[in-house]
């Protein structure tokens, strides 16, 4: 009796499956979905929302809403979220905007860290060879809330870089969203305060959010280099 099922083709569908969802197939697929964002991004610009303004057709908690989703997808594609922060204190004020702006940034840290650890950690993490590279996998995949806790309050490592490496690290997606929702509040705070009050530039509230901003800065600054000897005496 004749088999019914052609064997050659069969093992011809396994192989191209295979391929098709290999580690380095998923990777690709990441780079390229990753280059569709940025060139979106690129063509819309969304950065304007600083100097034209929002829509009028949508206002009210609808405006809030729709702006926290915006810019969560932003935040994935790699536009800098302290034009956000300012973006959403001027066009809705400090309070709403930090609550669009807090809920965006979870939002968009989630996108990302899905993305990355569902397409890019098999193919990545057998290339974490270097010794820093190491040590920052240990930190993150041990001590995975502590440590992008500190990251998020020490705004030193660009936020699409710690999504993504939290991402091919072995940490917890619940542990980091928690992290990058508290730990993302003051310095959030400070830009949004900031961009609500720009339009007096001279008065105490914009210049203690300012002020803050600068601190922060410098200790992110202080706290890599510290880091960065610690490392090195390993």
């Given at each position: 009796?004749?088999?019914?099922?052609?064997?050659?083709?069969?093992?011809?569908?396994?192989?191209?499956?295979?391929?098709?969802?290999?580690?380095?197939?998923?990777?690709?697929?990441?780079?390229?979905?990753?280059?569709?964002?940025?060139?979106?991004?690129?063509?819309?610009?969304?950065?304007?929302?600083?100097?034209?303004?929002?829509?009028?057709?949508?206002?009210?908690?609808?405006?809030?809403?729709?702006?926290?989703?915006?810019?969560?997808?932003?935040?994935?594609?790699?536009?800098?979220?302290?034009?956000?922060?300012?973006?959403?204190?001027?066009?809705?004020?400090?309070?709403?905007?930090?609550?669009?702006?807090?809920?965006?940034?979870?939002?968009?840290?989630?996108?990302?860290?899905?993305?990355?650890?569902?397409?890019?950690?098999?193919?990545?993490?057998?290339?974490?060879?270097?010794?820093?590279?190491?040590?920052?996998?240990?930190?993150l995949s041990r001590h995975?809330?502590?440590?992008?806790?500190?990251?998020?309050l020490f705004p030193g490592?660009?936020?699409?870089?710690?999504?993504?490496?939290?991402?091919?690290?072995?940490?917890?997606?619940?542990?980091?969203?928690?992290?990058?929702?508290?730990?993302?509040?003051?310095?959030?705070?400070?830009?949004?305060?900031?961009?609500?009050?720009?339009?007096?530039?001279?008065?105490?509230?914009?210049?203690?959010?300012?002020?803050?901003?600068?601190?922060?800065?410098?200790?992110?600054?202080?706290?890599?280099?510290?880091?960065?000897?610690?490392?090195?005496?390993?």
């Open positions: 009796m004749l088999d019914p099922v052609p064997r050659p083709a069969s093992g011809l569908a396994v192989r191209c499956s295979r391929a098709l969802f290999s580690p380095w197939s998923r990777l690709s697929l990441l780079v390229m979905v990753l280059a569709a964002a940025v060139v979106t991004v690129v063509l819309y610009e969304p950065q304007r929302l600083l100097s034209a303004g929002w829509p009028p057709q949508v206002s009210g908690p609808a405006a809030v809403v729709l702006f926290g989703v915006g810019y969560g997808v932003c935040t994935a594609a790699f536009v800098p979220r302290p034009l956000l922060n300012l973006a959403a204190g001027a066009l809705f004020g400090s309070q709403a905007g930090l609550v669009s702006a807090i809920a965006g940034t979870v939002l968009g840290a989630g996108i990302a860290f899905a993305l990355g650890r569902l397409l890019g950690q098999d193919a990545l993490r057998p290339l974490l060879r270097g010794r820093w590279l190491k040590a920052a996998d240990g930190q995975g809330f502590r440590s992008m806790l500190a990251v998020r490592v660009p936020f699409a870089a710690a999504n993504y490496c939290a991402a091919v690290s072995r940490m917890g997606c619940l542990p980091f969203l928690l992290a990058t929702g508290i730990g993302s509040v003051p310095n959030t705070a400070a830009y949004v305060v900031a961009g609500s009050s720009a339009a007096s530039p001279t008065s105490p509230v914009f210049l203690a959010a300012t002020g803050f901003i600068v601190v922060s800065a410098l200790a992110a600054v202080a706290v890599a280099w510290a880091k960065r000897h610690r490392l090195r005496s390993a």
